[in-house]
Nanobody, 118 residues
Framework: QVRLVESGGGLVQPGGSLKLSCAAS????????MGWYRQAPGKQRELVAA???????TYPDSVKGRFTISRDNAKNTVYLQMNSLKPEDTAVYYC????????????WGQGTQVTVSS
């Protein structure tokens, strides 16, 4: 059974920092592309950061320079360090684990709320 369990969300003031964690089980973590997405009320889910098994990272311009994705293959865990948080970063953040080549899969966590407000 595949499980992706996020933690670390919460309320933070503008300019503050949070670190999200996602513990994965049931997948071969080391060959998976791991990513973080977010969805704000009334908006579509969007990519926040992705990290391939080979170490390639992807960030949208909206978070580039503020967010950093990393992974610990020994712990089957992916992290998202978020600095200089803005109110527009408020959303539910979801962990994703996927593989585009055989064996293909695409799994999601249940999400964790991040609220940036004074």
């Amino acid at each position: 059974q595949v499980r992706l369990v996020e933690s670390g969300g919460g309320l933070v003031q503008p300019g503050g920092s949070l670190k999200l964690s996602c513990a994965a089980s049931g997948i071969v973590f080391s060959i998976s592309t791991m990513g973080w997405y977010r969805q704000a009320p009334g908006k579509q889910r969007e990519l926040v950061a992705a990290l391939t098994s080979g170490g390639t990272t992807t960030y949208p311009d909206s978070v580039k320079g503020r967010f950093t994705i990393s992974r610990d293959n020994a712990k089957n865990t992916v992290y998202l360090q978020m600095n200089s948080l803005k109110p527009e970063d408020t959303a539910v953040y979801y962990c994703n684990g996927n593989r585009a080549s055989f064996p293909r899969y695409d799994y999601w966590g249940q999400g964790t709320q991040v609220t940036v407000s004074s």
